[in-house]
């Protein structure tokens, strides 16, 4: 398994710039979350997903969108970047069901560090 | 919503020392888990230990979850054990998967 994959790695845009940010998962699981993390502290939570087609906002929801169409790929839209929104981004899965034998542990993917001009 | 507070946030360690880190917690919580960002920024799996007590290898977890919170024990502290320290929590009343993550702590070993 390739566990959480996520792309690009690293990323500048300029303001009023839109893109999209890639996250898939081959585990077959359930949940997906999205975080960003600013320099010197935790992660915060943007939205996430328990299962395809069902999506929320989390605490840092504005500027950004999500859609889950398939159990494997949950990807973070940016809709117009602002100087704001520079941070590094951080996707994660997890099994509530406990299939795989481990349940509720999020597993996270390597980051996207974006930089926004 | 849930705070949560983890300390000390800085932490200088001699090779082979030992460590515990404190994570409280504001309220009842579903899913708690403790997690070390390596220096390359890679945040990996330590715990999933919402109670109880867990050990695996020089790490152990212990969460008193009717007194809000937890502690992480590093025992013969490594270089290798340098970075970042979280505890994230999911409050009780929503997805397991809104977790609610704390400032760290950040944790220098010299050899």
């Known amino acids: 398994n390739a566990g959480v994959t996520q792309t690009p790695k690293f990323q500048v845009l300029k303001t009023g710039q839109s893109m999209t940010l890639q996250c898939a998962q081959d585990m077959n699981h359930e949940y997906m979350s999205w975080y960003r993390q600013d320099p010197g502290m935790g992660l915060r939570l943007i939205h996430y997903s328990v299962g395809a087609g069902i999506t929320d906002q989390g605490e840092v929801p504005n500027g950004y969108n999500v859609s889950r169409s398939t159990t494997e790929d949950f990807p973070l839209r940016l809709l117009s970047a602002a100087p704001s929104q520079t941070s590094v981004y951080f996707c994660a899965s997890m099994d509530p069901l406990g299939t795989s034998g481990r349940s509720d542990e999020q597993y996270f993917g390597p980051g996207t560090r974006l930089t926004v001009t | 919503g849930i705070q949560v507070e983890q300390s000390p946030p800085d932490l200088i360690l001699q090779e082979g020392a030992n460590s515990t880190l404190r994570c409280n917690f504001s309220?009842?919580?579903?899913?708690l888990q403790w997690f070390h960002q390596n220096p390359w920024g890679q945040l990996i799996n330590l715990f999933y230990?919402?109670?109880g007590t867990k050990q695996n290898g020089r790490l152990s977890a212990t969460t008193v979850a009717t007194e809000r919170y937890s502690l992480l024990y590093i025992s013969s502290s490594q270089t290798t054990d340098s970075g970042v320290y979280f505890c994230?929590?999911?409050?009780?009343?929503?997805?397991?998967?809104?977790?609610?993550f704390g400032t760290g702590t950040l944790l220098a070993v010299q050899p």
């Open positions: 309220d009842s919580v579903n899913n």
């Open positions: 230990i919402p109670s």
């Open positions: 994230a929590v999911g409050d009780s009343g929503g997805a397991t998967n809104k977790l609610i």
